[in-house]
């Protein structure tokens, strides 16, 4: 078990190594310059000088590696070019609405779709299963951003129960930061909800089909017992993998909802940055974000680890 | 200048129909309220107006939390600010400002002579990172005579200072406070700064111990909604009280047919114009560039690509400028007049070109129909979409480039033509000298006349293609009152603003 962990941390470094080199390289290579973005169509040529000075600009790229780099592993993500305040703080500050928002949709989604394919999957070909089966298809069909805009149609703008958007800060309370983003979070679960379920019951289907199955039925357990005691537990590999996709992309892939609902969060903030060449930002929360991905990815390799026996003996 | 572009049309469309059902049932109150939520597409990245170009900087504080010597009324006249009265020397190489007394900066520290000393060194010193520096060159000296006396020397005559002085890059700031004006401004303002949630809203606070006529409302809130359909569903729902400059002009006749709220049309300083490479040939003759002008039909374009909201212009110039003379004429829509320009200047064939859009909608739009209408004289051309930051490193910066439409925003921008180096290359010795002249100038009739005259040299050059003056759309709830209908500056001055 150490061992098959310790291969994943290593694999975890290598990655994060060869993101950086890539996110810098492919920021730098992209055209733009964050000084004259800055100071307009009327500055002068030494006014944008001074501004490059100001920022470090001037400097070589090699040298704006190495520092960045150097204050990323100290945990100094450096200082915004346009902001000019501390990334680190601006991250922090997003991540307040992006973790809770991608927590809260994750959770929706797995409320609605566990239940839902385990019901599917135990009455196959019922009328319930069929009604499963079309309505995730639906759901997966949806673009999330069109169905936000119907969600805020009804519930914004007709009922007024909600704000078209916005956040207004957990420091209003708990409750009024939750319902600010129970739009933006329903919006962005269902599709994930239907694509959770049906992976759900196709992979219990396939295990309910499995020889050890039928033994456990020849046994004298109940369908239900077989079911709970067996072949859940064995379908779950691919539920968590397609949990760990969801929650990476949630987090980083939520974009458009962020800008449909105009909410602080980290994915409007590196959007905003990409237009305003605001490269220190992009870098380092692109790398923050490639983190994430590396870690929910290691924390579902253990998980598998945990659930599977056999590939912990294999490593 | 930097708009968003308007993305996803066909949402906003779907959205703006099924509002048109709905708004009869949207609820209103208009009580006699004291506070207000802006609604602006680009959030400001800083908060100081002399340390940078975006325009939302300036809509978030000027006129609210910082002020200069001198400021733009609603019509776009120079008035009185901080300094209460100026006179200027026989020779015009002497301002000499009275201030006002008993101003003081938001965090309680009085504003005196020594503060206009500190803050115009600073804009126009060697280490300046000041997006419209050359607003104080000519500036040899800044002496403070007493607390309320400056006197400010110039190398030359430049009736412009007062109006240089009215920019928001020209306000007045505290040496004490000024380093952290970023992310906490310091003014001597009506409002004063509250609070910013990044990625969210900024909160301003009326100031108590102001010096001139008190706000009338207590608490003003700019959110930030770049998408045009949120910006649409914000305002329908209530969650934004104004969207001054409203990104989705398609949606603006569904709000005009609500009585619950009031459509704002004003003009800006925004000549939006077909930018041409002067140096690049074909466009080096000027047959060539008069073959463009008359290929080009200005009201498919506004029609087209600002749903009907903009004013043709000939020249580049703002048609609600009294120095202003209309001279579209010179560049009527005439695609039989085109091809034969064309074919004068050896190009019967037609010719190859390339035509940059830069994000916004009236760009992207435009460019479309633009480039539709210059094929049909036999120019083609090759369309790409560059981002904000693109357009300025290859064109404005690197030159590389046959067309591209922008805006120019920037109030009295007509001095760009005197430059050769500046983006569209173009060299009259003619013109430059006449932009000199106009510095020295100080008589109104004088100046008036150097500016017409210099509207007629570029208009009859055919520098550039003359589109349209770009419209200021706003959208505001019934009933407010004193919102800048047109935009002199890119600003949204609320010291006069109240809820009726």
């Known amino acids: 078990m150490l061992r098959y962990i310790l291969k994943r941390a290593l694999s975890l470094v290598l990655s994060l190594v060869v993101a950086s080199i890539l996110i810098f390289v492919t920021i730098e290579i992209v055209p733009g310059d964050p000084a004259s973005y800055m100071l307009g169509l009327n500055a002068q040529p030494d006014t944008i000088e001074n501004l490059r000075r100001e920022l470090g600009l001037d400097k070589t790229p090699v040298a704006r590696y190495l520092s960045w780099v150097g204050g990323l592993v100290q945990g100094d993500f450096g200082t915004s070019y346009t902001y000019r305040t501390p990334v680190a703080d601006m991250v922090a500050d997003r991540l307040m609405v992006s973790l809770p928002l991608a927590l809260y949709a994750?959770?929706?989604?797995?409320?609605?779709?566990?239940?839902?394919?385990?019901?599917?999957?135990?009455?196959?070909?019922?009328?319930?299963?069929?009604?499963?089966?079309?309505?995730?298809?639906?759901?997966?069909?949806?673009?999330?951003?069109?169905?936000?805009?119907?969600?805020?149609?009804?519930?914004?703008?007709?009922?007024?129960?909600?704000?078209?958007?916005?956040?207004?800060?957990?420091?209003?309370?708990?409750?009024?930061?939750?319902?600010?983003?129970?739009?933006?979070?329903?919006?962005?679960?269902?599709?994930?909800?239907?694509i959770l379920s049906r992976v759900m019951r196709s992979s219990l289907l396939d295990t309910l089909d499995e020889d050890y199955i039928r033994t456990a039925r020849a046994k004298g357990l109940s369908r239900r017992q077989a079911l709970w005691r067996h072949a859940l537990r064995n379908a779950m590999i691919p539920v968590l993998t397609i949990l760990g996709l969801q929650f990476s992309f949630l987090l980083a892939g939520a974009i458009i909802i962020e800008n449909v609902f105009f909410l602080p969060g980290l994915g409007r903030l590196v959007f905003q940055a990409i237009t305003q060449r605001d490269l220190i930002v992009v870098e380092s929360v692109v790398m923050l974000l490639v983190f994430a991905v590396v870690l929910i990815t290691f924390l579902v390799d253990v998980a598998y680890a945990l659930v599977d026996p056999r590939l912990r003996q294999q490593a | 200048m930097y708009h968003n572009s308007t993305r996803k049309t066909a949402s906003v469309v779907a959205l703006a129909m099924a509002g048109l059902l709905l708004s009869g049932l949207v609820a209103g109150t208009a009580m006699a309220r004291t506070d207000i939520t802006i609604g602006m597409q680009l959030e400001p990245p800083n908060l100081d107006p002399t340390g940078g170009a975006a325009a939302a900087i300036d809509e978030v504080v000027y006129a609210n939390i910082f002020e200069g010597l001198t400021r733009f009324g609603p019509d776009g006249s120079v008035n009185p600010s901080l300094a209460a009265s100026w006179t200027v020397s026989d020779d015009g190489l002497a301002y000499t400002f009275t201030l006002q007394s008993g101003v003081t900066f938001h965090d309680g520290s009085a504003f005196d002579a020594n503060d206009v000393k500190f803050s115009l060194d600073r804009a126009?010193?060697?280490?300046?990172?000041?997006?419209?520096?050359?607003?104080?060159?000519?500036?040899?000296?800044?002496?403070?005579?007493?607390?309320?006396?400056?006197?400010?020397?110039?190398?030359?005559?430049?009736?412009?200072?007062?109006?240089?002085?009215?920019?928001?890059?020209?306000?007045?700031?505290?040496?004490?406070?000024?380093?952290?004006?970023?992310?906490?401004?310091?003014?001597?303002?009506?409002?004063?700064?509250?609070?910013?949630?990044?990625?969210?809203?900024?909160?301003?606070?009326?100031?108590?111990?102001?010096?001139?006529?008190?706000?009338?409302?207590?608490?003003?809130?700019?959110?930030?909604?770049?998408?045009p359909t949120a910006a649409f569903a914000a305002m329908l729902a209530g969650d934004v009280d104004a969207f001054p400059v409203f990104p989705a002009p398609e949606n603006l006749p569904i709000f005009d047919a609500n009585p619950q709220f009031q459509v704002v049309i004003g003009s800006t300083e925004g000549e939006t114009i077909l930018s041409t490479n002067n140096k690049q040939p074909p466009f080096d003759n000027v047959k060539v560039r008069q073959a463009l002008a008359h290929a080009i039909d200005r009201s498919a374009i506004i029609d087209g690509a600002m749903f009907g909201y903009g004013t043709p212009i000939g020249t580049h110039f703002a048609p609600h400028n009294p120095a202003y003379v209309d001279l579209t004429g010179n560049s009527e829509y005439d695609p039989e007049k085109a091809k034969a320009l064309l074919a004068e200047a050896g190009f019967a064939d037609g010719f190859e070109t390339t035509l940059k859009l830069p994000p916004p909608s009236y760009a992207r739009r435009g460019g479309e129909i633009i480039a539709a209408q210059l094929r049909e004289v036999g120019i083609k051309t090759e369309i790409s979409n560059l981002e904000w930051a693109q357009w300025l490193e290859q064109v404005f910066r690197g030159k590389d480039y046959g067309l591209t439409i922008v805006s120019h925003t920037e109030p009295m921008d007509i001095g760009i033509y005197a430059r050769p180096d500046y983006y569209f290359q173009y060299d009259n010795e003619a013109l430059q000298a006449l932009m000199t002249d106009l510095t020295g100038q100080t008589d109104e009739a004088e100046r008036m006349e150097t500016l017409k005259q210099a509207q007629t040299i570029i208009s009859e050059d055919y520098v550039n293609g003359y589109l349209f003056q770009l419209a200021k759309t706003g959208v505001a709830a019934a009933g407010i009152v004193g919102l800048w209908e047109n935009s002199p500056t890119q600003a949204n001055d609320l010291t006069a603003v109240y809820w009726q």
């Open chain 1, 106 to 194: 994750l959770l929706l989604s797995t409320a609605i779709a566990f239940p839902v394919g385990v019901l599917a999957a135990t009455r196959r070909g019922s009328v319930a299963d069929w009604s499963v089966m079309g309505t995730t298809q639906l759901g997966i069909a949806i673009p999330n951003f069109w169905f936000a805009l119907l969600l805020v149609l009804v519930f914004a703008i007709n009922l007024r129960w909600f704000s078209a958007g916005g956040f207004p800060g957990w420091e209003a309370g708990f409750f009024a930061g939750l319902k600010a983003l129970t739009l933006p979070a329903v919006a962005l679960a269902l599709p994930q909800a239907s």
């Open chain 2, 124 to 227: 126009r010193g060697e280490d300046s990172t000041n997006a419209q520096k050359a607003l104080f060159t000519g500036i040899t000296d800044v002496t403070v005579e007493d607390d309320t006396t400056v006197i400010v020397t110039l190398a030359e005559p430049n009736g412009n200072l007062p109006f240089n002085l009215a920019w928001g890059d020209a306000v007045i700031v505290a040496e004490e406070s000024i380093a952290d004006a970023g992310t906490a401004p310091v003014g001597t303002g009506p409002f004063q700064f509250s609070r910013w949630v990044q990625g969210d809203r900024i909160e301003i606070v009326k100031y108590d111990d102001y010096w001139g006529t008190e706000a009338k409302l207590d608490k003003a809130v700019f959110k930030f909604i770049s998408e």
